[in-house]
């Protein structure tokens, strides 16, 4: 049988990775907790976690570069705490791949909903179909690829969960509300700055012409609609 999932914490503040340790591992998960981005990389050569949870501001390799880096080799999600006044380093991160961030001070309580989010990706419903054949796309989901006009396109974990939520739903007006729940899950339904993000980085990946969309279309203060093309 598989084991606890496993959760790597990566923090310079030793309060913050006390805290997180006890709380997670309270729940059941594995946790490993390391104490800089170059640590947290070299944990990661022979212990694979199933989520990583990391602060922004550290030394030397901090919290958006580690995302960088980890994305190069690894599609494991992304959680990271950042204060609230750092706006443009969230958003930083958020490009960088991560899929999901936490703002300090947090309540465990949410950061637990976010960890139980993350790992649950998207819903069940996957498995009656599992692969989406439609217009342009072919989305895999067992395997996590999407090809777009046979051209293999690599997303991040939140990106693929985005994409396939609205491919199953071609051609209908999808409200922000509603794309952030079934994605981020019910506690993120105001962060409509997500999807500003995450759509942003779908067209640059998906579209012919990011600046003229055909795919993910924007319906003004609404939502967005995916048309699949011919």
């Known amino acids: 049988m598989p084991g606890p999932p496993r959760i790597l914490v990566v923090d310079d503040e030793p309060q913050i990775t ?15 907790v390391a104490n800089s981005g170059e640590m947290a990389l070299e944990i990661m050569k022979d212990w694979q976690p199933s989520l990583i949870i990391t ?76 692969v989406i054949e439609i217009g342009d796309f072919r989305i895999d989901t067992p395997a996590r690829k999407v090809t777009v006009l046979e051209r293999e396109v690599r997303l991040t974990p939140k990106e693929f969960d985005l994409l396939v939520y609205m ?17 981020w899950g019910g506690q993120s339904t105001e962060q409509v700055e997500y999807l500003r993000v995450f759509v942003g980085q779908l067209r640059k990946k998906l579209e012919p012409g990011a600046a003229s969309p055909r795919y993910l279309v924007t319906e003004p203060w609404v939502g967005y609609r995916f048309e699949p093309g011919d």
Do not use: W
């Open 167 to 183: 491919a199953r739903r071609p051609g209908k007006v999808i409200t922000h509300r509603t794309l952030l729940s079934a994605v």
């Open 55 to 130: 602060d922004l501001s550290m030394p030397s390799i901090d919290g958006v570069e580690l995302c960088r880096t980890v994305r190069n080799t690894s599609s494991v999600p992304i959680i990271v705490l950042s204060v609230r006044d750092k706006e443009q380093q969230k958003v930083e991160a958020l490009d960088s791949g991560a899929d999901d961030y936490v703002t300090k001070p947090f309540g465990m309580n949410e950061l637990l909903a976010r960890v139980r989010a993350n790992l649950r990706r998207v819903p069940a419903e996957n498995e009656a179909d599992p």
């Open 18 to 32: 006390r805290v997180l340790r006890t709380s997670l591992s309270t729940q059941g998960y594995d946790i490993r």
